[in-house]
């Protein structure tokens, strides 16, 4: 799973902050970019658009550098920024938006995993298939938590959804997958057995 590192996330923006250094300003906008274009194509169907917002999203953020201190989790900040950013394009087009509304814009998420090279190919594109394929609520539910670490809380507050929710989602996610993982090895063990046999009636 891959962690965003708080406190490398920290001496970044000291950085930006203090020094106002493009360097660090450019790494920090590669760590966050993908992912919050990732989520803001849940609300916007354009995914043009969509890096637009994020953009000023970050224009924002870079033009009160010297506040960058004393935003406590970043990241939490970010995605929030982005959602209200996402809602306010839509006010201004006088549209309702809310989660449940939202269809999905066929925006798949590269599910990046360290213990992936313990696992078959096989194996690991169809985990990244199964999550690809959740509900569209279920999918960011997921990536916020799983992949991204928000806490429930955090996530719960940004998709403004109750923590049981959040849990429900993820219940079902890790059922789908505890399952669709059993039956693949299963079929693994049952292929195994099948060669051995062959072998032993040589």
Do not use: W
């Amino acid at each position: 799973m891959v962690v965003v590192d708080k406190l490398y996330i920290q001496k970044l923006l000291v950085r930006i902050a203090r020094h106002s250094d493009e360097e660090a300003a450019r790494e920090f906008f590669e760590i966050f970019h993908p992912k919050l274009v990732r989520f803001a194509a849940i609300y916007i169907s354009s995914t043009s658009m969509a890096n637009d917002l994020v953009a000023d999203v970050f224009l924002k953020l870079f033009r009160n550098k010297r506040k960058l201190e004393d935003i406590r989790d970043i990241q939490y900040y970010l995605y929030k920024s982005v959602k209200n950013q996402c809602i306010t394009y839509y006010k201004k087009r006088r549209e309702e938006i809310s989660l449940d509304d939202i269809e999905d814009t066929g925006y798949t998420y590269e599910i990046v995993n360290p213990e992936s090279e313990f696992l078959t190919n096989e194996l690991s594109a169809k985990i990244e298939d199964i999550i690809n394929n959740f509900p569209p609520k279920r999918k960011i539910i997921y990536k916020m938590v799983v992949i991204d670490g928000l806490k429930y809380k955090e996530a719960a507050e940004i998709l403004d959804l109750s923590v049981k929710t959040i849990e429900n989602h993820l219940a079902l996610a890790v059922k789908t997958l505890r399952g669709s993982i059993r039956e693949y090895l299963g079929s693994s063990d049952a292929k195994l057995n099948q060669k051995i046999s062959k072998h032993k009636k040589i």
